[in-house]
């Protein structure tokens, strides 16, 4: 496609564009990203960009109703905007480290976003991480969600089906990521559909959704798709051996535990071998937890009663919720890991009885419709 047509009446015109190429297509056909090489009037040696092209995919019928699946990749690329806009210059660079926004055409603001190329320091991408990169990830976590912690005044964005317009929302999700149980009623229905092979699983499902909704120690925002194809690595230099990351794709940014942020990560992208026995398991969760503390304190705020304990009881709570997720939609990732632990947990809560067990089962008997 010529230049001339295609990319730069999205950029400001005092940018010249040098060279462009198409990456990657958006989830969906909601648009491309493409790498760019730019001069601007503060920078006259061509230098690579990212530009984020979002738009409409094609429709079989104009005048049906929007899916819950549309809004929500529409109202997920305003979040991703208004994260870059907003919230990335709060993050501390040398820890947390995500890509610099650039302006676009002023009559693009809404379906362009341009961004650093975070290759040039950050060249590396690996799916399946070794250790030292898993502690860089959770490093970056650990920052984001410290810097984050609380999220005072930043609005908030409904789950998709009740923002009233969805084309002009601004915020960050009110429920971080993708999965969560109020917007996945059909993989919810699928998972019912086995309520055999997940009777161990069902009758905590909403409780453990609830708890994960409304819980209030603890509460930060999320990045809500931690997963190997939204990192970068940096090169070891002679300099320093230090493994260090950055993250992109923010369109999931929301409010939540931080944990939920862990669990994915590390149901979709570690080495198994390094989750794999308890033991392993709570050495990354200590290593995130003494990470966030120590930043917490440097930014002089209190973690208050969130303890480890805390943490390791929330953690177990999301793990529970992410099987939720992953049975209805379909397994991938350290999934046996995933459903291994996941019967731990729920075992264990039946062990122990009590109030949980009590509103656990009371909330199964109203699902499936059972008289009292």
Not at 314 to 337: H, K, P, Y
């Amino acid at each position: 496609m010529p230049i001339s047509i295609s990319l730069t009446p999205l950029l400001p015109p005092s940018y010249t564009l040098r060279s462009q190429t198409l990456l990657a297509s958006l989830w969906s056909d909601y648009g491309h990203i493409h790498r760019l090489t730019l001069t601007t009037p503060t920078n006259a040696t061509p230098t690579p960009y990212i530009l984020k092209q979002i738009q409409d995919p094609p429709t079989s019928s104009s005048n049906s109703p929007p899916s819950e699946s549309h809004l929500r990749k529409l109202i997920s690329y305003r979040v991703e905007r208004y994260f870059y806009t907003t919230l990335s210059r709060l993050l501390p660079t040398d820890i947390t480290k995500v890509a610099t926004r650039h302006d676009v055409a002023e009559e693009h603001v809404d379906d362009a976003l341009l961004l650093e190329d975070l290759t040039t320091e950050f060249p590396l991408r690996v799916h399946t991480l070794p250790l030292d990169k898993t502690r860089a990830v959770i490093r970056w976590l650990a920052g984001f969600h410290a810097t984050f912690w609380g999220h005072a005044g930043v609005p908030l964005i409904a789950p998709p089906g009740e923002v009233a317009e969805p084309d002009t929302v601004e915020g960050v999700w009110a429920q971080g990521g993708y999965w969560y149980l109020d917007t996945r009623a059909e993989e919810y229905a699928t998972l019912e559909e086995s309520k055999e092979e997940y009777a161990w699983l069902l009758p905590y499902t909403i409780p453990v959704a609830q708890k994960l909704k409304s819980e209030p120690l603890g509460r930060t925002l999320l990045h809500g798709d931690v997963k190997g194809a939204n990192m970068l690595f940096s090169k070891p230099s002679a300099a320093s051996r230090e493994v260090k990351c950055a993250l992109y794709d923010f369109q999931y940014v929301g409010s939540g535990l931080g944990v939920v942020d862990l669990v994915s990560f590390m149901g979709k992208t570690i080495d198994e071998k390094d989750i794999t026995g308890r033991e392993k398991e709570e050495a990354l969760l200590r290593f995130y937890f003494d990470e966030l503390e120590r930043l917490l304190k440097e930014m002089g705020v209190e973690m208050g009663a969130y303890t480890f304990k805390v943490l390791y009881q929330q953690w177990e709570w999301a793990l529970v919720d992410w099987m939720r997720f992953i049975s209805g939609w379909g397994s991938w990732g350290n999934a046996e890991w995933v459903a291994k632990r996941s019967k731990e947990v729920c075992a264990k809560w039946r062990r122990g009885g009590g109030l949980w067990c009590f509103l656990c089962a009371l909330v199964d008997i109203c699902r499936r419709g059972v008289s009292l």
